[in-house]
């Protein structure tokens, strides 16, 4: 225990000296980071914008109020279709995560060696390239609409969902895989009576979970003409027709407590 | 058990959902709404068609990725994105920890829970484009606006986690330092910063790679960073130029994960 005597007396310090002085290193080599980046970013403000925004956002923040109530006939379809991009894009990659998450984890990877780093390197792209920059590539490929959205929830929920089940596979009680291996079975039998029973309620929650997170990115793929709720909320903020957009803004958040909600509540159920 | 009677018993694998009316409500359920929704995407079989041959021109147009003709250009992107993230993410934290504290049921009075949770429940509501649409219009083109973007998503995301690590700590360590006639920061930071301080390193750094992600996109509506670099280069048909971004951005964001898995390993 670090001890310090002090006028004679023993007083309890956390951390030994040496420690206690690695502590302030590292906290002032972090701050001098920070200041550094801090200056580098100042220099490319522009300050007279920054401290005229508390005016700016009241002036906005008036505009917003009230919602323009009226507008919500017009948004169910939106809203149905935001819903459905999450849904059937968790659903789509969901289905594509699986055979990569097989490939993927050390112990069902047919090999380590070629098809392992494919299949890691797949989860990494999907995962670092978010679902906008997906979707301004489909709205090129296939159009604007729908069908945009639901390819870019569902690709970049492959490496998310992958990753995952990758994980939860690689966790799996081996002896089980053993014992049913023991009874003759043959490779895809191991598959569904030792390994599936097994990561079954981690896919389900994964799934559930992906879908939350699903919801909230479909509310903006709109932006780019993948269609759902950000497509009027696009249209409104062109238009400067701030109570619509309030409306919107107030729906989405509707939404997204509703649907994190109902993914804590199934989530609770399965586990 | 006659012999004839153990024969004709089958073993079946049991269901996930035990209970049976349960399970066929729930796939009743899915079908009714896959018929609904797909029958409702309005899809332009024509437009997709006629797409596919551009998606191979557009697939070809990205290779070879082309490094060299935009070298300085991507350069200051990626280090901008990197002090926007660093910047976003030390903000954030220092923020998220009041509102996080807040919000945990065990140790926040009850108007301040409420209070914390309303402000976490907004900041995890909009996405960051969103947020980043509002804060161009705010503070301006550039590199602040993303800044600010960031600091604020991370007040959800990390707050949300804080509390919920506060709510699962050991009682038991808390009440004892308490026990010491502890003041409440005393309390706090000797009784409760311990229990949750491992955790909270490994979702920083965490966080830290969201918002390296993030900063790519906050770009598109204006936030400054690499995501501005990538539309100029979408908006300018290179898509050489934009594959060799999105190469140099999974490239980086696979370091920062190996890197941070090695440091929260080391950590915990």
Known sequence: MAVALRHGIKVWHRRERGAELAVWAGWLAGAAVLVYCWQLISDKTIWAFVTDAPAQAADLGARMVPPDWGFMRELWLPMWDTINIATLGTALGVMLALPVAWCAARNTTPSAALVRPMALLVIVSSRSINSLIWALMLVTIIGPGVLAGIFAIGLRSVGFCA?????????????????????????????????????LPAFAGISVFRWDINIRESTVLGLVGAGGIGLPLNAAITMLAWTRVSLILLIIIAT???SEWVSAKVRHAII | M?????????????????????????????ALYLALALGT????????????????????????????SRTSEIVDGILESLWMTVVATAIGIAMSIPVGVGAAKNIAPAPVYYLCRAMLAVSRSFQEIILAIFFVKLFGFGP???????AFATI?????????????????QAQAVRATGASWLQWVNYGVQPQVMPRMIGLALYRFDINFRESAVVGIVGGGGIGATL???????EFDSAAAILLVIVAIVMLMEYSSGYLRRVVQ
């Open chain 1, 163 to 199: 990753k995952l089940i990758y994980e939860a596979i690689e966790e799996i009680d081996e002896r089980q895989v053993e014992a049913v291996r023991a009874t003759g079975a043959t490779g895809s039998q191991v598959a569904t009576y030792a390994i599936a029973p097994q990561v």
């Open chain 1, 256 to 258: 997204v407590i509703v």
């Open chain 2, 2 to 30: 006659s012999i004839a009677a153990t024969v004709h018993r089958h073993w079946r694998k049991p269901p996930l959902i035990r209970h049976a009316w349960l399970r066929w409500a729930l796939g009743a359920g899915a």
């Open chain 2, 41 to 68: 995407i309005e899809v332009n079989w024509i437009r997709v068609w006629e797409g596919l041959p551009r998606a191979a021109r557009f697939f070809a147009a990205f290779f070879p990725p082309d490094f060299t």
């Open chain 2, 144 to 150: 602040f606006a993303g800044l600010v973007t960031l």
């Open chain 2, 156 to 172: 959800g995301f990390y707050g949300k986690l804080l509390a919920e690590d506060i709510e699962d700590m050991d009682p038991a």
């Open chain 2, 231 to 237: 539309n100029t280069a979408f908006d300018r048909y």
